[in-house]
């Protein structure tokens, strides 16, 4: 029997984990064929989709008044988030012809660790492709306290750039599913001074949306993207948001 945080996670998953237990690791001259790749990438599937039905279950549990977090939440949480990068950068692989085998190995490995209630390897996160997606939201403004809690690393310098300069944004994104498309900030158009709708004008596109701006429901939105691939780094989208951000003026709360 498998026991996971403290809690039996059933005969399909533990069959999924330990076929995955018995992975070899991706030596960096190593060639592994399309076929183990794709049972690679199919366990790895399972495992996530098993652990993300769980972490649904209980997150959809814990708004109930008398319901308590189990103490295992954030570890299982973190694992699903784990494999989840893990996926998105298998595919890649399998997209770039084999390229990257070294970073998928280090993955490999964490996921093992976690797996096995360890502490992760340390190692920086370097490209957009190792970021992983905030899937947190909410519908009052993010303020600078609970900035990284909504914001991706990518974007928090220059959403707090806005967020001190009194400009709303809506909406960002800057992780692996954006790679081969772009990182984006989405700012309210309508609630931007004159000098400041010109700048937006130049470095984005508007556009009007049904959105939620915290005071409206339908307005004019900029929409700003900063293309990414799977070697854009995490620094050169920081660099470039930060750059345009800081183009804006201060402006009064409108």
């Not at 690679?40 to 098993?50: A, F, G």
């Not at 950068?89 to 399998?94: N, P, Q, S, V």
């Not at 360890?118 to 957009?128: G, M, N, V, Y």
């Not at 130049?202 to 990414?228: H, L, Q, W, Y």
Request: charged share 30%; net charge positive.
């Amino acid at each position: 029997m498998y026991i996971l945080n403290g809690l039996y996670i059933g005969p399909d998953l533990e069959r999924e984990i330990r076929k995955f237990q018995e992975t070899r690791f991706l030596a960096g001259t190593e060639f592994w064929s399309e076929k183990e790749r794709q049972e690679l990438q199919r366990t790895v599937y399972e495992i996530y989709k098993r652990l993300e039905a769980i972490v649904e279950v209980i997150e959809r549990k814990r708004s109930e008044p008398s319901y308590k977090l189990p103490a295992f939440y954030e570890a299982l949480r973190n694992l699903k988030e784990i494999f989840e990068t893990l996926y998105a950068e298998i595919h890649i692989l399998r997209n770039s012809g084999g390229k990257n085998k070294h970073a998928l190995s280090m993955l490999i490995l964490d996921a093992k660790r976690a797996l096995r209630g360890e502490p992760q390897l340390s190692h920086a996160r370097e490209f957009i492709r190792e970021e992983k997606p905030i899937r947190e939201t909410t519908n009052k403004r993010v303020t600078r306290d609970t900035m990284k809690r909504f914001v991706e690393q990518p974007l928090v310098k220059a959403c707090e750039i806005f967020y001190d300069k009194n400009i709303i944004t809506i909406s960002s994104s800057a992780n692996y599913q954006n790679v081969g498309n772009v990182a984006s900030i989405i700012i309210d158009y309508d609630l931007l001074s004159p000098e400041n709708r010109r700048i937006a004008e130049r470095c984005g596109k508007v556009s009007t949306e049904r959105i939620n701006t915290f005071t409206r429901v339908t307005g004019r939105i900029v929409t700003i993207t900063v293309p990414v691939n799977e070697n854009t780094t995490i620094a050169e989208v920081e660099a470039r948001f930060v750059e345009i951000a800081n183009s804006f003026k201060p402006q009064n709360k409108l």
